[in-house]
């Protein structure tokens, strides 16, 4: 671990265009639990597909009690000191951006500017409509529901709304996946911390980035299937790892 650690730091003092690409790993710090963990949410519960959102108006409204759920439970959390550390190299001008597939907001709260924070699978703070994008605010949505007992339609086009999360089986969103191609191709350093790397295309980005000759290191507790692909694999927990190097 200190090898590991006076490593990174040398790699990203050298680096000109580091890029950090962060998992549900990053959050499990500030008591928000991962997916594939023991215990994690895929243990207690099946994901909803988009589909299945799109055609039953039952499993629509199962997917907004969960959000609200997930969003109690965000709302309740502090950005941990990974995500504070990540937030001072962005400052330092020592990472460029970050890549998350994280709904939480976490880093924007840790003080990330929004800008530099591309959202691979959304944001759970807000909805949208799936058909004019139009965004809708979830106590709107709350109220909606209470008082119909009906999921919410969008007010200008009467479009299905949804929370503004990628569900499994829905489009990525394009210009946040072109953004995040474009840093894995141009950037000198990829760091991924606390992703178990399972879940395309995002897990994809890793990959791009290391063929083109940036430096890849993954922080994982658990082992991924690109640990073979990196240069460098630091295994134990991200807060205080991260912490140190900043
Ligand atoms: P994942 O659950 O598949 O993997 C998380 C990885 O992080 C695991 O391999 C685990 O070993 C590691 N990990 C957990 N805590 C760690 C710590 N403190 N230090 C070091 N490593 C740690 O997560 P994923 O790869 O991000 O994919 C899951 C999907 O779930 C993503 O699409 C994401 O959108 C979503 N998700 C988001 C949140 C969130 O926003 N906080 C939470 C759960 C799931």
Known sequence: INAGRETLSR??????????????????????PDFRSPGGIWSRMDPIE???????????????RRRFEMN???????????????????????VAAV???????????????????????????????????????????????????????????GGLVKSAVINFGQAMPVEAMERALDLAETC???????????VQPAASLPLIASRQGAHLVIINRDPTPLDDAAEYVLRGNIGEFLEDIA
């Open 72 to 94: 109690e439970q965000f709302s309740a959390a502090d950005p941990n000191s990974g995500h504070h550390a990540i937030a001072t190299l962005v400052g330092r001008g020592k």
């Open 50 to 64: 988009f589909d299945e959102f799109v055609s039953d108006e039952s499993t629509r409204l199962e997917d907004w």
């Open 11 to 32: 790699l990203i003092h050298q680096s000109r265009h580091c890029v950090v690409f962060t998992g549900a790993g990053m959050s499990t710090e500030s008591g928000i």
């Open 188 to 198: 000198d350093l990829f760091v991924v911390a606390g992703s178990s790397l399972a």
């Open 99 to 157: 890549i998350t597939q994280n709904i939480d907001g976490l880093h924007q709260r840790a003080g990330c500017p929004s800008e530099i924070v591309i959202e691979l699978h959304g944001n759970a703070t807000f909805g949208a409509c799936l058909n004019c994008g139009a965004r809708h605010e979830l106590d709107e949505v709350r109220a909606i529901i209470a008082r119909s007992g009906l999921s919410p339609r969008c007010d200008s086009c």
